[in-house]
């Protein structure tokens, strides 16, 4: 999709904006399994499908978002623990590590804690897990 690039002085379009995330998100998936694959000696993708964006229009939903980045390799069985993926900026939501890629203010207004932090991830965790159980055992879980 091809919109055309704001004249000076005037505001970009919704369509134009969009496109350009768009091209700025493929660039940094497609850096992300290039290395990934370098990395662990591999080639291939590593999504099953084509990148798709969803407006986050509230910040309990981008939570959530966070904290299924940060277990989706575990879950996927690529490590043990979250913090254990390096490509990952688990560990600064974790404390163990500083980076500048943390948002304190956004992690402050729902923990007090590291370890409430890690409380969240972990029930989580167990659901998942439990589900994936149970799968194994014949029910559904949907």
């Known amino acids: 999709m091809d919109v055309e690039e704001p004249s000076e002085g005037r505001r970009p379009s919704e369509g134009y904006r969009s496109t350009i995330i768009s091209k700025f998100i493929q660039k940094v998936f497609n850096s992300?399994?290039?290395?990934?694959?370098?990395d662990m000696k591999r080639?291939?993708?590593l999504f099953e499908s084509k990148y798709k964006s969803i407006r986050i229009d509230k910040e309990e939903y981008l939570l959530q978002l966070v904290r299924y980045i940060h277990l989706n390799p575990v879950l996927a069985g690529l490590c043990a623990r979250p913090e254990d993926w390096q490509y990952s900026n688990c560990?600064?939501?974790l404390g163990i590590r500083k980076g500048t890629f943390f948002d304190r203010d956004?992690?402050?207004t729902y923990f007090q804690t590291f370890d409430q932090y890690r409380e969240f991830l972990n029930a989580y965790q167990d659901?998942?897990?439990m589900q994936k159980e149970m799968r194994k055992s014949g029910f559904d879980c949907e």
């Open 32 to 38: 992300y399994v290039q290395t990934v694959n370098f």
């Open 43 to 45: 080639k291939g993708t």
């Open 91 to 93: 560990k600064e939501w």
């Open 106 to 108: 956004f992690f402050d």
């Open 127 to 129: 659901y998942k897990m």
